[in-house]
């Protein structure tokens, strides 16, 4: 079963240089029980994404056209109301500041108990739930954490125990937005490897945001390529990284300085800049840019399917 | 997310444009400028010599020959009243621009300056803050006479612990901010890193609360007038019209209307303009103040 | 050759707490090391490591509280700001924030070529400008743009070019990539790399990415709560690190490869604070090879294969991967 699918969808800012279309035609999938990556480079729509799903888009900003299908039910024409109610139960979220999720003046075993508010449960069976939530997170004497106010805990474990707050109420789906990118390389690791337990415990599914190639490619299932605001290539994360078929995600794996164990004075860039969405180029929105540019560029790209499952919205692409 | 982002030239003309797209804005504007046009051209306007005594003509009501009429000396209101309004708007704008000007270079200092001389410059501005100003004023005039320079003095010691304070606090902000270390890094003088870098960076806020408060230093002015502690007689101001009326009001209740009338629109102009300005340029203050 | 940059026993101390509860916090505990002409050192360490004090501290905006920073022979720690004003011709140094490090109401060319208006140096700034920009590779149209309209790679550029206007020396880099996409962080390296040769620009870069330092650096230290545990030349740090701490680090760069095999050190627990250092081996609480004397003695510096490593028992080549132990 699929918990989210994104069918065609298109949203468009109206600014004051025009019209924006800063997603055009996204399609993918998160099954159940997956872990699906998006990644993208400032300006590829990732947050304008994730804004959309949750009903949070900027007052400017509106779906054109498309559907956003979460467990049957179409976000793109729900009323805030109704997606508010999804948020938190079924649908949860860990962003990159985890104080974003942490009311600073409140202790954190209180703001365990309270989001535990639809549970039957008695406090001090809430409590225990959020005792063992913080022991799955490796918070230290989690029953003394309870106790604890958020400004006490360190940067890595804030964003831990942010996590066991998403989790909590075991949702179908955690949309997590670069949750690592504010922590230092050694926690980031960790929190990774936390955050794979967890799904695999839980059995919900995950759509992880992020800029790190390699951090996507140490924990998701699926992976999904943005560029200025389209999905350029999609697929399982061993297909799109072990057999890129569209050259910007080819280009973008070259730039990741970990694949350079050789030392080089010369690293890899793609030069260029991103197109002014205001003005959407007419064909392939990576033309300007594609060192394998073709005439037939012109035109914009059909999704073509390597294999099943993996797609790339490329003429160079070819079906296996 | 997606704002437009242009240029400051354009960015200003686009705001210039949105205030003329608000009602209020446009309103504001037209009072502001039609107050304005009658102090600028007070001398070609008026018909008659604002403090010239002509007994024969007292307490005439409004007509053709005085649009406003006439007070207890027989001087023609209109007359005194477009002279007034040039009395009152001098004195609100030199008296604001010398509180900016004042304010800034304290917040400034305070802001930027060591730790021990920010608490000692705080003292000194909540000292000022803590009288009432009518009290000030009685001080003031008890110490340099009733006088113009009394209120523009008045007015300064009002507003500037408030910019100053404002100033500071930004500078504050600003002190620790990358490209500040960047200029200390380079070498770059305070006097400079204060001029080039920081300043630009904290007046534009402070200039959208001044011409707020241009109105309380009208409604000062005329209030000192009015109680014989700001212009002296017989300069024309709106408070001292105010006060000529006032003893006759029950008779000749034009002559209250002529000094409150102008008070009143004035006022409501520059709230006007300053809020749709402040909406327009800082959306974030919206609703404070 | 002699050091272009030389730090010695540098310490930099912090007072915290409430008045009557202050206390005093040792950033930098007393590191040593120098910067020849021409060379790129890099300073790597996590938050909280005390680097980018370090790197202000060299550059004279933070007072430090022992220890010496000579630049080009000359002390400059004892320096006034008036007296240090001359050297910082010869030493500049740059931001992390791209954007952020510029002046905002600044246009490009005016920044660009600030140094000369601060130092008083007679230049046609119209051409310098020009040269400037065109070195970075910017054309003039961005002379008359506002930080705000560049992008993060633009904006760094800018900031390479307010760097190198007066042809300094030695330039210090506090994170030169921070901030940047992938694609771009390799232009801005590149950059650095092509200015270095042509200008013969010393560099310390500071940084916590540990591929920006393969590249670009010929020597490496490593920190961890103020103190140096590793130094030596890049290369063989990166073919065989000897402190645990580098060798955990290293590991954590996960490689966008879902069918490498990842032989990966975790560390366990946080970074202790700085204010309840650990006693021994301050590593000694995050370290899985940690042992008894580690808990106790506190190891110093020692000379292993040309670099200098502080640890009891350094790795040797194929030490890894680490012993297996369950995270309490």
């Given at each position: 079963m699929t918990v989210l699918a994104i069918e065609n969808l298109n949203v468009v800012f109206a600014t004051e240089g025009g019209d924006l279309h800063a997603l055009r035609d996204v399609s993918f999938k998160v099954p159940e029980q997956r872990i699906v990556g998006i990644v993208g480079e400032s300006g590829c729509g990732k947050s304008t994404l994730i804004n959309a799903i949750l009903g949070l888009l900027a007052e400017n900003g509106r779906i054109a056209s498309g559907s956003i299908s979460f467990e049957g039910e179409d976000l793109a024409h729900l009323d805030d109301k109704a997606i508010q109610d999804l948020r938190g139960p079924r649908?949860?979220?860990v962003f990159q500041d985890p104080m974003g999720a942490l009311n600073p003046v409140i202790s954190v075993g209180r703001q365990m108990r309270n989001i535990q508010y639809r549970s039957d449960l008695a406090r001090a069976e809430k409590d225990a739930r959020s005792i063992d939530m913080l022991r799955q997170v490796r918070i230290p004497d989690a029953a003394q954490a309870l106790k604890r106010y958020p400004h006490e805990f360190s940067g890595g474990m804030k964003q831990r125990i942010a996590i066991a707050m998403a989790l909590m109420m075991e949702p179908a789906?955690?949309?997590?937005?670069?949750?690592?990118t504010a922590l230092d390389a050694t926690l980031e690791v960790t929190t990774i490897e936390l955050l794979k337990d967890l799904q695999a415990e839980i059995g919900c599914s995950v759509l992880f945001i992020s800029h790190h190639l390699g951090v996507i490619a140490e924990l998701c299932d699926d992976v999904v390529v943005m560029y200025a605001g389209e999905v350029v290539e999609r697929g399982s994360t061993r297909q799109v990284f072990g057999n890129p078929s569209h050259p910007y995600t080819a280009r973008l794996l070259d730039c990741d300085p970990a694949r350079q164990s050789e030392r080089t004075r010369q690293l890899p860039t793609i030069p260029g800049e991103l197109p002014d969405l205001r003005r959407r180029p007419e064909g392939c929105i990576f033309a300007a840019r594609c060192d394998r540019r073709m005439d037939v560029c012109a035109a914009i790209p059909p999704d073509i399917e390597v294999v099943p499952g993996h797609v790339a919205r490329c003429f160079l692409a070819e079906s296996q | 997310m997606y704002a437009a982002a242009s240029d400051p030239?354009?960015?200003?003309?686009?705001?210039?444009?949105?205030?003329?797209?608000?009602?209020?804005?446009?309103?504001?504007?037209?009072?502001?400028?039609?107050?304005?046009?009658?102090?600028?051209?007070?001398d070609w306007l008026s018909i008659y010599e604002p403090n010239k005594i002509s007994?024969?003509?007292?307490?005439?009501?409004?007509?053709?020959?005085?649009?406003l009429g006439t007070d207890q000396l027989g001087r023609d209101l209109f007359s005194r009243v477009l002279h007034g309004g040039r009395i009152a708007l001098s004195v609100a704008l030199f008296s604001t621009l010398a509180s900016l000007v004042i304010g800034i270079v304290l917040g400034l200092i305070a802001g930027y300056g060591p730790r021990w001389l920010d608490n000692l410059m705080l003292l000194f501005f909540d000292s000022i803050k803590s009288f009432p100003t009518v009290m000030l004023a009685l001080a003031l005039v008890t110490l340099f006479g009733p006088s113009l320079t009394a209120v523009v003095i008045v007015v300064v010691l009002v507003n500037v612990p408030g910019y100053a304070r404002i100033i500071r606090t930004q500078t504050l902000a600003l002190k620790e901010s990358e490209f500040v270390t960047a200029a200390l890094s380079m070498g770059a003088s305070t006097p400079r890193i204060l001029r080039v870098h920081v300043m630009p960076n904290v007046v534009g806020p402070l200039l959208i609360l001044a011409s707020m408060d241009i109105p309380v230093v009208i409604a000062i002015e005329a209030g000192m007038s009015f109680l014989g502690l700001g212009v002296r007689p017989p300069t024309p101001s709106w408070g001292a019209i105010l006060n000529d009326g006032f003893t006759a009001i029950r008779d000749t209740p034009w002559i209250v209307l002529a000094g409150g009338l102008p008070i009143i629109i004035t006022t409501l102009g520059f709230t006007f303009l300053g809020e749709t300005l402040r909406d327009v340029f800082d959306p974030r203050l919206k609703g404070r103040g | 050759m002699t050091a272009i940059l030389e730090v010695k026993y540098l310490e930099v101390t912090f007072r915290v707490g409430p008045m009557m509860r202050r206390q005093d916090l040792l950033g930098v505990a007393g590191v040593s090391f120098d910067v020849n002409p021409g060379e790129t050192f890099a300073l790597v360490g996590e938050s909280g490591s005390g680097k980018t004090t370090l790197a202000r501290a060299v550059n004279g905006l933070q007072p430090i509280s022992a220890g010496s920073v000579t630049f080009q022979g000359q002390r400059v720690d004892t320096l006034s700001v008036r007296e240090m004003k001359p050297l910082r011709r010869d030493?500049?140094?740059?931001?992390?924030?791209?954007?952020?490090?510029?002046?905002?109401r600044m246009k490009v060319g005016d920044l660009v070529t600030e140094a000369f208006r601060i130092h008083r140096v007679e230049?046609?700034?119209?051409?310098?400008?020009?040269?400037?920009?065109?070195?970075?590779?910017?054309?003039?149209?961005?002379?008359?743009?506002?930080?705000?309209?560049?992008?993060?790679?633009q904006a760094r550029r800018v900031g390479v070019a307010r760097a190198i206007a007066l042809n300094p020396k030695l330039v210090i880099a506090d994170e030169p990539t921070a901030g940047l996409d992938v694609s771009v962080q390799g232009e801005v390296l590149n950059?650095?790399?092509?200015?270095?040769?042509?200008?013969?620009?010393?560099?310390?870069?500071?940084?916590?990415?540990?591929?920006?330092?393969?590249?670009?650096?010929?020597?490496?230290?490593?920190?961890?709560?103020?103190?140096?545990?590793?130094?030596?030349?890049?290369?063989?740090?990166f073919s065989a690190p000897a402190h645990p701490y580098t060798a955990a680090l290293l590991s954590a760069n996960p490689e966008p490869d879902p069918d490498k095999a990842q032989d990966r050190i975790t560390l366990p627990s946080e970074v202790p604070s700085l204010l309840a250092r650990p006693e021994g081996c301050e590593f000694h609480t995050r370290c899985p090879w940690a042992k008894d004397k580690c808990r106790k003695v506190v190891p110093d510096a020692t000379a292993i294969n040309g670099r200098r490593v502080a640890?009891?028992?350094?790795?040797?080549?194929g030490a890894r991967p680490p012993p297996k132990k369950e995270p309490s």
């Amino acid at each position: 079963m699929t918990v989210l699918a994104i069918e065609n969808l298109n949203v468009v800012f109206a600014t004051e240089g025009g019209d924006l279309h800063a997603l055009r035609d996204v399609s993918f999938k998160v099954p159940e029980q997956r872990i699906v990556g998006i990644v993208g480079e400032s300006g590829c729509g990732k947050s304008t994404l994730i804004n959309a799903i949750l009903g949070l888009l900027a007052e400017n900003g509106r779906i054109a056209s498309g559907s956003i299908s979460f467990e049957g039910e179409d976000l793109a024409h729900l009323d805030d109301k109704a997606i508010q109610d999804l948020r938190g139960p079924r649908l949860s979220t860990v962003f990159q500041d985890p104080m974003g999720a942490l009311n600073p003046v409140i202790s954190v075993g209180r703001q365990m108990r309270n989001i535990q508010y639809r549970s039957d449960l008695a406090r001090a069976e809430k409590d225990a739930r959020s005792i063992d939530m913080l022991r799955q997170v490796r918070i230290p004497d989690a029953a003394q954490a309870l106790k604890r106010y958020p400004h006490e805990f360190s940067g890595g474990m804030k964003q831990r125990i942010a996590i066991a707050m998403a989790l909590m109420m075991e949702p179908a789906l955690l949309i997590a937005d670069e949750p690592t990118t504010a922590l230092d390389a050694t926690l980031e690791v960790t929190t990774i490897e936390l955050l794979k337990d967890l799904q695999a415990e839980i059995g919900c599914s995950v759509l992880f945001i992020s800029h790190h190639l390699g951090v996507i490619a140490e924990l998701c299932d699926d992976v999904v390529v943005m560029y200025a605001g389209e999905v350029v290539e999609r697929g399982s994360t061993r297909q799109v990284f072990g057999n890129p078929s569209h050259p910007y995600t080819a280009r973008l794996l070259d730039c990741d300085p970990a694949r350079q164990s050789e030392r080089t004075r010369q690293l890899p860039t793609i030069p260029g800049e991103l197109p002014d969405l205001r003005r959407r180029p007419e064909g392939c929105i990576f033309a300007a840019r594609c060192d394998r540019r073709m005439d037939v560029c012109a035109a914009i790209p059909p999704d073509i399917e390597v294999v099943p499952g993996h797609v790339a919205r490329c003429f160079l692409a070819e079906s296996q | 997310m997606y704002a437009a982002a242009s240029d400051p030239k354009r960015a200003r003309l686009a705001a210039v444009q949105r205030l003329l797209r608000e009602p209020l804005g446009v309103f504001g504007v037209t009072l502001v400028v039609l107050m304005l046009f009658g102090a600028i051209f007070a001398d070609w306007l008026s018909i008659y010599e604002p403090n010239k005594i002509s007994p024969r003509d007292r307490f005439q009501g409004p007509s053709w020959d005085h649009l406003l009429g006439t007070d207890q000396l027989g001087r023609d209101l209109f007359s005194r009243v477009l002279h007034g309004g040039r009395i009152a708007l001098s004195v609100a704008l030199f008296s604001t621009l010398a509180s900016l000007v004042i304010g800034i270079v304290l917040g400034l200092i305070a802001g930027y300056g060591p730790r021990w001389l920010d608490n000692l410059m705080l003292l000194f501005f909540d000292s000022i803050k803590s009288f009432p100003t009518v009290m000030l004023a009685l001080a003031l005039v008890t110490l340099f006479g009733p006088s113009l320079t009394a209120v523009v003095i008045v007015v300064v010691l009002v507003n500037v612990p408030g910019y100053a304070r404002i100033i500071r606090t930004q500078t504050l902000a600003l002190k620790e901010s990358e490209f500040v270390t960047a200029a200390l890094s380079m070498g770059a003088s305070t006097p400079r890193i204060l001029r080039v870098h920081v300043m630009p960076n904290v007046v534009g806020p402070l200039l959208i609360l001044a011409s707020m408060d241009i109105p309380v230093v009208i409604a000062i002015e005329a209030g000192m007038s009015f109680l014989g502690l700001g212009v002296r007689p017989p300069t024309p101001s709106w408070g001292a019209i105010l006060n000529d009326g006032f003893t006759a009001i029950r008779d000749t209740p034009w002559i209250v209307l002529a000094g409150g009338l102008p008070i009143i629109i004035t006022t409501l102009g520059f709230t006007f303009l300053g809020e749709t300005l402040r909406d327009v340029f800082d959306p974030r203050l919206k609703g404070r103040g | 050759m002699t050091a272009i940059l030389e730090v010695k026993y540098l310490e930099v101390t912090f007072r915290v707490g409430p008045m009557m509860r202050r206390q005093d916090l040792l950033g930098v505990a007393g590191v040593s090391f120098d910067v020849n002409p021409g060379e790129t050192f890099a300073l790597v360490g996590e938050s909280g490591s005390g680097k980018t004090t370090l790197a202000r501290a060299v550059n004279g905006l933070q007072p430090i509280s022992a220890g010496s920073v000579t630049f080009q022979g000359q002390r400059v720690d004892t320096l006034s700001v008036r007296e240090m004003k001359p050297l910082r011709r010869d030493m500049a140094m740059m931001f992390q924030d791209p954007v952020g490090s510029l002046s905002p109401r600044m246009k490009v060319g005016d920044l660009v070529t600030e140094a000369f208006r601060i130092h008083r140096v007679e230049a046609d700034l119209q051409s310098e400008t020009e040269r400037l920009l065109s070195l970075v590779g910017l054309t003039m149209d961005f002379a008359e743009r506002f930080p705000h309209q560049l992008s993060g790679g633009q904006a760094r550029r800018v900031g390479v070019a307010r760097a190198i206007a007066l042809n300094p020396k030695l330039v210090i880099a506090d994170e030169p990539t921070a901030g940047l996409d992938v694609s771009v962080q390799g232009e801005v390296l590149n950059l650095l790399g092509e200015l270095r040769e042509r200008l013969g620009l010393a560099m310390l870069i500071i940084t916590h990415n540990l591929h920006v330092v393969h590249h670009v650096a010929d020597r490496m230290a490593v920190m961890y709560l103020g103190r140096f545990v590793e130094t030596g030349p890049t290369e063989e740090v990166f073919s065989a690190p000897a402190h645990p701490y580098t060798a955990a680090l290293l590991s954590a760069n996960p490689e966008p490869d879902p069918d490498k095999a990842q032989d990966r050190i975790t560390l366990p627990s946080e970074v202790p604070s700085l204010l309840a250092r650990p006693e021994g081996c301050e590593f000694h609480t995050r370290c899985p090879w940690a042992k008894d004397k580690c808990r106790k003695v506190v190891p110093d510096a020692t000379a292993i294969n040309g670099r200098r490593v502080a640890c009891h028992y350094p790795l040797d080549e194929g030490a890894r991967p680490p012993p297996k132990k369950e995270p309490s």
